[in-house]
């Protein structure tokens, strides 16, 4: 099983690179913790890239377009949940709209601590998640200050969630 949602998580994750603009379809699409995780590993991507652009160019402009990106993707995730949809599809869409919250609002803390090093505590705090390969394997590694822990794969009650390992 474990083996099976890791291949969903990485073909989701491609899916929603290819579909960033329509996130309503690719929402959809895939079950809902491949939709979670896909989508951390996207916001921790970009975010990251923002701040390095932020240090390379002093400047937090890179983290201020990234913010009101981040509140495009709310509207549009907003709209979604205002039309009808079934119990399962909505119960994705409330969850990956708490998590852009969160992503929105650190954002927002970087541009008010005028945070603009990877390097920097307040970025480091966070959690974040990554696609990284390693030889021929590939997998989620998920990152907090100097913690690093190993994406892993637990039912609980017939409900897929996601844990970290040590």
Known sequence: MQITVKEYLKNSLIALKV???????????????????????????????ALLTCQADESLKPLK?????????????????????DKIIRLRVVGIITKEVHGRDVIERLIKTQTMDIQSFEWQMQLRFYWERHEQNEDCIIRQTITKFTYNYVAIYSILTHSAKI
């Open 19 to 49: 579909q960033l603009k329509k996130r309503d379809k690719w929402i959809k699409d895939w079950p809902s913790q491949c939709c979670v995780t896909a989508s951390e590993i996207e916001w921790t991507s970009t975010t990251a890239k």
């Open 65 to 85: 377009i990234l913010f009101r990106t981040q509140v495009k993707i709310l509207d549009r995730y907003s709209n979604m949940i205002r039309l009808p949809l």
